[in-house]
């Protein structure tokens, strides 16, 4: 037996990356009867069953630390959330929409704002202001240039990470950035089979180091925020946290007179565009149809 972790799954086949190198794998019978699918980045237990083509079967899947729903996956450590600064211009409530979205699933978030060398200082600018509150690191890159391209490294070491971000924004750019060999992995894969070729884009990590992944993911146009409740929305405003207000915990920041929130608003130590999704996303939860 030897241990790896699944870095892509097409059609029923699993690839391992292990010591011996990129094994295809399938999962034992198993797992269909217990009604368990493996998952981009379990880490698991395979035996080799053709050493010259390094073809073998998982019989394990060791115990997860996580599961997320979206991407489908596990044992993943943070998300690293990027957007371009320009070219195109920041969807700010889809931003917003993909910060909840890894908090709702537990993972930390640094947001990394991509292409700063078409970017304007003004426009950097904006967001460096609209965004420090928000309770995520914030790196200004340019993936095209390589600037910024260790500092996100130096994030990434040790851990597994999910990149997410709408499509156009240069993520793939940053892979390739961070690891030159993603395509050739992804060649290396299509080679053992041609399966991979005509399918739907599908979720895979790459390996940095031993111990640090990074999982490419497809682009977003849209994201809902599920069955999260109008009022939960406000934990996700971290910045809206300190400014008191008459109504203590039950104040929604939105109608209420002599809120601290709407104050520190009015004083510029809250952004406008923060506030203004809030608003959006509040009424958004709000009017949404229960069935």
């Known amino acids: 037996m030897i241990r790896g972790k699944i870095i892509k799954g097409i059609a029923g086949f699993y690839y391992v990356y292990t010591p011996r190198g990129l094994v295809e794998c399938k999962a034992k019978g198993i797992f269909r009867k217990e009604n368990i699918k493996p998952l981009v980045g379990d880490n698991v237990e395979i035996s080799i069953v053709d050493e010259g083509l390094l073809q073998g ?10 599961e997320l729903i979206r991407p489908a996956s596990a044992n993943i450590d943070q998300a690293l959330v990027i957007f371009a600064i320009t070219r195109p211009s920041p969807n700010y409530n889809l931003l917003d929409r993909f910060l909840i979205t890894m908090g709702q699933q537990g993972l930390p978030a640094i947001l990394c704002f991509n ?4 970017a304007t200082e003004e426009e950097g600018r904006f967001l460096e202001e609209a965004y420090r509150g ?52 992804t060649g290396e894969i299509s080679q053992k089979t041609l399966r991979g070729k005509h399918t739907t884009r599908h979720a895979q990590l790459f390996a940095l180091s031993e111990d640090t992944f990074i999982m490419d993911t497809p682009g977003f146009t849209s ?9 939960e929305l406000k934990s996700f405003y971290p910045e809206f946290a300190g400014h008191g207000q008459r109504f203590g915990s039950g104040c929604i920041h939105i109608s209420e007179p002599s809120c601290g929130v ?17 608003v959006m996303l509040f009424e958004e939860l709000k009017n949404r149809k229960k069935y």
């Open 57 to 66: 079967n998982i019989v394990r899947i060791l115990p997860r630390e996580n």
């Open 115 to 118: 292409k700063q060398d078409l």
């Open 134 to 185: 928000s309770g995520h690191p914030l790196l200004f890159v340019s993936g095209q240039s390589r600037q910024g391209i260790e500092e996100i490294r130096s994030h990434l070491l040790g851990r597994t990470t999910v990149v997410a971000g709408p499509s156009g924004v240069g993520k793939s750019t940053i892979v390739n950035g961070l690891f030159p060999k993603a395509n050739m992995e």
């Open 223 to 231: 994201l809902n925020l599920g069955e999260m409740e109008k009022e």
């Open 262 to 278: 709407k104050e520190a608003l009015e004083e510029g130590k809250i952004s406008k565009v923060r506030y203004g999704n809030y």
